[in-house]
């Protein structure tokens, strides 16, 4: 790879390096996205401690690395006011290196387990209420003056609110993957390259083929031959799979114009999606499988959102909160 190649390290590290990537990517089966966060967080890694050093470092020198050296390099992030969640996920990064390097009798540095960083505290994610959802997607509608491009933002909106995908599980869609006939299931490749089958209304079926037909034949062609494998159900006005960016300033569109809180992203729409399936009396675990959380710890969160309301609905209706 080439972040590996231009990094400056002996070259016993970067063989590791490549080889704790491969292994990352075909048997962790971790996305490509997952993987360059990973390089990035271990190059910064290795860049601070060849200053911090005064050397170009390699295996044995990651082997001696004390405790005051994996301190001084997160004192280094704290000074550049690196975010903690940030923090953990670059000392995450190092720690499951370290770990491949020991499993397979490379190297051991136990100092590094003893290392450890403040809590972060976990940010309950926000939704809108079921009526602001079903504004968004109306408003969607308005955010361009291009019928095809009108179809294609309330296709896309409705179907991330519908069904609670990533923006990256929608935007990697393709036509072939869209249902046939009556079968009502969209597949999808979720993190990990995990692939799985999501229930789709017909109501958005039918929006999704809306938005697809009133593409002009010349872009619909250009998609397919731009495309490396399969062509993409969501394109750019340039006939290239939608960049995720273009979703991001729908949403800013929307929320300006219904004065939604900056936190409405829209990965907030998934979070929404959650939230009304829990007001609706859906169980944990079919969430779960609908998102495709790896864990139901992950799917738990949402349980937060509506704390309060449960605390009103236990007092109210409880038989011991009755006055005797």
């Known amino acids: 790879m ?10 016993n590290l970067k063989i590791e390096l490549q080889k704790f990537a491969d292994s990352l990517l075909h048997e962790d089966r971790k996305s490509p996205k997952t993987l360059v966060a990973y390089l990035n967080d271990l190059s910064d890694f290795i860049t601070f401690m060849n ?53 397979k009798k490379i190297l051991t540095n136990s100092n590094l387990k003893t290392l450890k960083m403040q809590k972060i505290s976990e940010k309950v994610p926000r939704a809108v209420s079921e009526n602001i959802a079903f504004d968004v997607i109306d408003l969607a509608y308005n955010t361009s003056k291009t019928l095809w491009v009108q179809k294609r933002n309330k296709a896309l909106v409705c179907l991330i609110y519908a069904t609670g995908l990533r923006i990256e599980e929608t935007l990697n869609i393709n036509l072939s993957d869209l249902p046939k006939n009556t079968q009502h299931t969209l597949r999808v490749l979720g993190k990990g390259n995990k692939e799985r089958l999501v229930p789709i209304m017909p ?49 800013e569109k929307i929320r300006n114009t219904l004065s939604l809180h900056e936190s409405f992203t829209p990965h907030a729409l998934r979070h929404s999606f959650a939230t009304h399936l829990l007001n609706n009396d859906v169980d944990l675990r079919t969430i779960q499988q609908l998102m495709g959380h790896a864990s139901l710890s992950a799917t738990q969160r949402y349980l937060k959102v509506d704390l309060k309301e449960l605390k009103k609905t236990q007092l109210n209706f409880h038989p011991r909160n009755k006055t005797p």
Do not use: W
């Open 2 to 11: 080439e972040k590996i190649n231009t990094l400056q390290a002996e070259p």
């Open 51 to 103: 200053q911090h050093l005064g050397f170009t470092i390699g295996l044995l020198d990651l082997e001696k690395l004390a405790v005051f050296d994996f301190r001084a390099f997160l004192a280094h992030l704290y000074n550049k006011k690196v975010t903690k969640t940030t923090i953990s996920r670059k000392l995450s990064a190092i720690r499951t290196f370290f770990a491949y390097l020991d499993s």
């Open 203 to 251: 109501a958005v079926v039918l929006l999704l083929e809306d938005y697809y037909h009133a593409i002009p034949l010349h872009l619909q062609q250009k998609s397919q031959t731009l495309a490396e494998s399969a062509p993409p159900l969501f394109i750019g006005e340039q006939g290239n799979r939608l960049n995720p960016r273009i979703v991001q300033r729908i949403i």
